[in-house]
């Protein structure tokens, strides 16, 4: 059973560019969470998407979204990016909203120049 | 909203001892504690949980004990080997039912030398 897939997995741009990150759960999984990892801040709730529908979001600006497509694939997007962006990008999915195990991807480390 | 502490930031130990690792938390309706392990260029991998209505939980050389009237829970790792050696995360959701928003603690830095 493949895993958590997320592209692309490197990814370099400049202040006020915008970016979009692809997530692809698990087969099967309809709950998808992002997460911001940073040195400084750790491990950080984006949101969390369930059935297209944002179910909760974490306390960043509106330049992070998102949205859910209807075969679980999720997106993110950062617009107007800042120098704070720089972060490795996490997606999870889960099978539901509360069946507990988040499976990880490897992530993408955006780097904000 | 919730508030997770980890202690310690690292950790050192030789092959074969065991390895304990503290978290505490502040919302007393949480009742989901994971145990994430996070290898170099890798996402956090669960590797054990515990539900409120159980105070020890274990699989294999990894147990994780929860004390709800402390509001702390620990991981503990026996007969460590080089391969244990990670950063690992606790983490703790709020109490809104959901399990995917979690608040994670800022994670121990495990070195198994031999």
């Known amino acids: 059973k493949a895993g958590v897939t997320q592209t692309p997995r490197y990814l370099i741009k400049t202040r006020g560019q915008q970016v979009t990150l692809s997530c692809s759960p698990i087969?099967?999984?309809?709950?998808v969470s992002w997460y911001q990892q940073t040195p400084g801040q750790g491990l950080q709730f984006l949101f969390e998407?369930?059935?297209?529908?944002?179910?909760n979001k974490g306390n960043f600006p509106g330049r992070f979204s998102g949205r859910q497509f209807s075969n679980s694939r999720s997106e993110m997007n950062v617009s107007t990016l800042e120098l704070g962006d720089s972060a490795l990008y996490l997606c999870a999915s889960s099978f539901g909203q509360y069946t507990g195990e988040l499976f990880f991807g490897e992530g993408s480390r955006l780097t904000v120049l | 909203g919730e508030n997770v502490e980890q202690h310690p930031s690292t950790l050192s130990v030789q092959e074969g001892d065991s390895a304990v690792i503290k978290c505490t938390y502040s919302d007393s309706a949480s009742n989901y504690f994971p145990w994430y392990k996070q290898e170099l260029g890798k996402g956090p991998q669960l590797i054990i949980d515990i539900r409120s209505n159980v105070g020890e939980k274990k699989d294999q050389r990894i147990a994780v004990t929860l004390n709800k009237t402390a509001k702390h829970f620990s991981l503990h790792i026996t007969e460590t080997q080089p391969e244990d050696s990670a950063v690992y995360f606790c983490?703790?959701?709020?109490?809104?039912?959901?399990?995917?928003?979690?608040?994670f603690g800022t994670g121990t830095r495990l070195q198994v030398t031999l």
């Open positions: 983490a703790a959701p709020p109490n809104t039912g959901t399990a995917s928003k979690l608040t």
């Open positions: 087969s099967g999984h309809r709950s």
């Open positions: 998407y369930f059935s297209e529908t944002q179910r």
